[in-house]
């Protein structure tokens, strides 16, 4: 594995945003997932209600929080650039084992990429529909929040498929 330096530190070692204004703007994009486990009984219940709580619509009103969030990437984490986001979508499915996937992808043609805006929509749809489910159980669990891809800039990334435990 190559060594990388961290890019966030000056020659000081001190904490700093990284300069993009020598960088060429291209187009970045980037594809992220979280997911949210319920217990069966709520997954139901869920399903049952069309997606709907007391509280209103759970994956529309997923959607837009996460949304909102990945534009506000920059006020809730410190060395991000505030970008103007060009694209941002938001997917929701569940599945038949009472895990739902979020999927946050974001695009812009800028000097920096957009991961940590990806990252960030994906996590707060997932807060949100913890947030309209937990009057229905506190066992809901959040997790597996992760970079699914990323292109443009320096590196291009596609996280591998894992294999199944006891494979090679």
Do not use: W
Not at 19 to 29: A, N, P, Q, T, Y
Request: hydrophobic letters at 40%.
């Amino acid at each position: 594995m190559a060594k990388h330096a961290l890019s966030h530190l000056d020659r000081d070692n001190r904490p700093t945003m990284v300069d993009v204004g020598g960088k060429e703007i291209s187009l970045r994009e980037a594809l992220a997932e979280a997911r949210v486990k319920l217990p069966r009984p709520v997954a139901a219940a869920l399903r049952r209600s069309g997606h709907r709580t007391h509280k209103g619509p759970v994956f529309d009103t997923a959607i837009i929080a996460g949304v909102m969030a990945a534009k506000r990437t920059h006020e809730l984490i410190p060395f991000c650039h505030p970008l103007g986001l060009e694209h941002c979508s938001i997917k929701i499915d569940q599945r038949t084992n009472g895990e739902i996937h979020v999927r946050c992808r974001v695009a812009i043609h800028h000097r920096t990429g957009v991961e940590m805006e990806a990252l960030t929509g994906a996590s707060v749809a997932a807060l949100t529909i913890y947030d309209m489910c937990k009057a229905l159980s506190h066992d809901i669990e959040i997790g597996g929040i992760r970079l699914l891809e990323k292109a443009g800039g320096k590196r291009a990334y596609t996280r591998r498929a894992r294999r199944p435990a006891g494979r090679s």
